[in-house]
């Protein structure tokens, strides 16, 4: 009797195909993965100075805006100062030419003077503009010099890593702090390149975090990266993760993408 069921199941799907096929769905796709943050930033020095305050430790919430390390400003307040004492008397040598001018105009008109001079006091004016503009652009500068003596957080966000202390000398380019954004949280994984093409924007995914007890929660898929790496012939994929109590970025967690 079970041989001819078996046999009849044999010809059913020798008959019909499609019925197998049907039946037979292949498995969702799997991945391993890390927590990250919604944005991370290395703060870093613009100009060299010595560190006067630096107003953080590792582990701060800090808001857009605040001043985080405070570089001494003396140097660069004079500069400023200089640079603006310089476009006053280029402002006031300008309006000097201009006057200048306007009379040597008049006496153009008059036919008392030649047509050199008025050119000449034209070409003092312009001269004048140039000089003037050049003194307003170095007032700008130094303005935006001293700006940089403090730096400021580009976003709401906690303070992950320090590297700088008061006291310290800074250079251009050098690391200071490094700035997470925790408000939104995302799982990154890698998914092969067989199973990308059921990976959809907007697409469900089971996320579960090992280090929560194998907590279970429900994420959205946010970005894939259209270039798959040619050594591992991975795609990178990032699903936006809900808020959870405990939940840190660099925590290890396994994916399940809805079909």
Same mark, same amino acid.
């Given at each position: 009797?079970?041989?001819?069921? %078996?046999?009849?199941? =044999?010809?059913?799907?020798?008959?019909?195909?499609?019925? %197998?096929?049907?039946?037979? #769905?292949?498995?969702?796709?799997?991945?391993?993965?890390?927590?990250?943050?919604?944005?991370?930033?290395?703060?870093?020095?613009?100009?060299?100075?010595? =560190?006067?305050?630096?107003?953080?430790?590792?582990?701060?919430?800090?808001?857009?805006?605040?001043?985080?390390?405070?570089? %001494?400003?003396?140097?660069?307040?004079?500069?400023? #100062?200089?640079?603006?004492?310089?476009?006053?008397? $280029?402002?006031?040598?300008?309006?000097?030419? $201009?006057?200048?001018?306007?009379?040597?105009?008049?006496?153009?008109?008059?036919?008392?003077?030649?047509?050199?001079?008025?050119?000449?006091?034209?070409?003092?004016?312009? /001269?004048?503009?140039?000089?003037?503009?050049?003194?307003? /652009?170095?007032?700008?500068?130094?303005? /935006?010099?001293?700006?940089?003596?403090?730096?400021?957080?580009?976003?709401?966000?906690?303070?992950?890593?320090?590297?700088? $202390?008061?006291?310290? =000398?800074?250079?251009?380019?050098?690391?200071?702090?490094?700035?997470?954004?925790?408000?939104?949280?995302? &799982?990154?994984?890698?998914?092969?390149?067989?199973?990308?093409?059921?990976?959809?924007?907007?697409?469900?995914?089971?996320?579960?975090?090992?280090?929560?007890?194998?907590?279970?929660?429900?994420?959205?898929?946010?970005?894939?990266?259209?270039?798959?790496?040619?050594?591992?012939?991975?795609?990178?994929?990032?699903?936006?993760?809900?808020?959870?109590?405990?939940?840190?970025?660099?925590? &290890?967690?396994?994916? $399940?993408?809805?079909?």
């Amino acid at each position: 009797m079970n041989r001819n069921i %078996a046999l009849s199941v =044999v010809l059913l799907l020798l008959c019909y195909p499609g019925v %197998a096929r049907a039946q037979v #769905a292949p498995p969702a796709p799997t991945s391993t993965g890390v927590v990250v943050p919604d944005r991370s930033v290395t703060l870093a020095a613009k100009i060299v100075g010595r =560190v006067a305050v630096v107003n953080v430790e590792e582990g701060d919430r800090v808001d857009a805006g605040d001043v985080l390390v405070d570089i %001494a400003d003396a140097e660069l307040r004079a500069n400023l #100062a200089a640079a603006q004492a310089r476009l006053r008397m $280029e402002e006031i040598n300008r309006a000097h030419q $201009e006057k200048l001018a306007a009379r040597v105009r008049n006496l153009r008109q008059q036919g008392s003077v030649s047509q050199e001079k008025l050119d000449d006091a034209n070409f003092k004016v312009d /001269a004048a503009e140039q000089t003037a503009a050049g003194a307003k /652009a170095e007032v700008a500068r130094a303005r /935006a010099m001293l700006d940089e003596s403090k730096i400021r957080a580009p976003f709401a966000g906690v303070i992950i890593r320090k590297k700088v $202390e008061s006291g310290d =000398v800074t250079a251009p380019g050098e690391p200071l702090l490094v700035l997470e954004d925790h408000a939104t949280l995302k &799982f990154r994984t890698s998914v092969k390149e067989r199973d990308i093409s059921r990976i959809e924007k907007g697409q469900e995914v089971t996320v579960t975090i090992d280090a929560l007890d194998d907590l279970t929660l429900s994420a959205t898929v946010s970005k894939i990266i259209p270039s798959g790496d040619p050594s591992t012939h991975e795609f990178v994929v990032e699903a936006t993760l809900p808020r959870q109590d405990k939940l840190y970025p660099g925590m &290890f967690g396994k994916a $399940e993408f809805t079909p």
